[in-house]
């Protein structure tokens, strides 16, 4: 299994605070996404990097930000969270151009009230 | 809108039986992926098929790319409990600063004894 690793698993807050999500690869792999699952939309991408300080927009990027300082990790930011954020966000790294081998973390619960 | 339609979105079948889950689209992909995942975990790669028509199989399962890269298909035979998940397809997007793929909405399935 690709070494990734999603923090916290689980968080509960309320709307209009801020909430950082971290994700952490041992697998020196170039690119990093995050994505948001939800009932009857699969999987969107917010936001991809494609090395350190360099990421762009997915489809789902409004109310988002993210950064990448280091290989290693990926930050996504809620600024200022809202209920319709209430989701479980993935983590994924990939080492290649080819986008399909994508390999996935463990997911983040995350529950805005 | 989704690029990727998948059908059904729920199965629910005993073990033993044979299924078909299907992944539509009207956009050529040079590739598409078949993904399952389990409760509480991030999505597993199954495989890629990359050919026009090509046919792979995984144990008791059939994937086929269709002749046009529009649509892909997932078959199992004697299905099991084991078989139990989310199926998802995805595809890649071309973009000029990274890889990124689309994924379909998911089916879900249930096999039991």
């Known amino acids: 299994d690709a070494g990734i690793t999603q923090s916290p698993r689980h968080k509960v807050t309320e709307t209009g605070t801020p909430v950082t999500l971290r994700c952490h690869q041992t697998?020196?792999?170039?690119?990093m996404y995050w994505y948001r699952q939800d009932p009857g939309h699969g999987l969107r991408l917010i936001h991809y990097?494609?090395?350190?300080?360099?990421?762009d927009k997915g489809e789902v990027s409004d109310g988002y930000s993210v950064s990448r300082s280091k290989t290693e990790d990926f930050l996504l930011t809620l600024e200022s969270a809202t209920s319709s954020q209430t989701s479980v966000y993935f983590c994924?790294?990939?080492?290649?151009?080819?986008?399909?081998?994508?390999?996935f973390g463990p997911g983040t619960r995350l529950t805005v009230l | 809108t989704q690029l990727l339609e998948q059908s059904p979105q729920f199965l629910s079948i005993q073990e033993g039986e044979n299924l078909t889950v299907y992944c539509n689209s009207s956009?050529?992909?040079?590739?598409l992926q078949w993904y399952r995942q389990e409760p509480g975990e991030g999505p597993v790669l199954l495989v890629t098929?990359?050919?026009?028509?090509e046919v792979k199989k995984l144990k008791r399962l059939t994937f086929q790319f269709g002749d046009a890269r529009k649509d892909s298909s997932l078959h199992i035979t004697a299905a099991q409990p084991g078989d139990t998940g989310l199926y998802l397809c995805?595809?890649?997007?071309?973009?000029?600063?990274?890889?990124?793929?689309?994924f379909g909405t998911g089916t879900r399935l249930q096999v039991t004894l």
């Open positions: 994924a790294i990939s080492e290649s151009t080819d986008p399909g081998r994508q390999f």
């Open positions: 697998e020196n792999h170039r690119y």
């Open positions: 990097s494609y090395g350190v300080k360099d990421t």
């Open positions: 956009s050529v992909f040079s590739s």
């Open positions: 098929v990359v050919t026009g028509g």
């Open positions: 995805a595809g890649p997007l071309t973009t000029g600063t990274a890889s990124k793929l689309t």
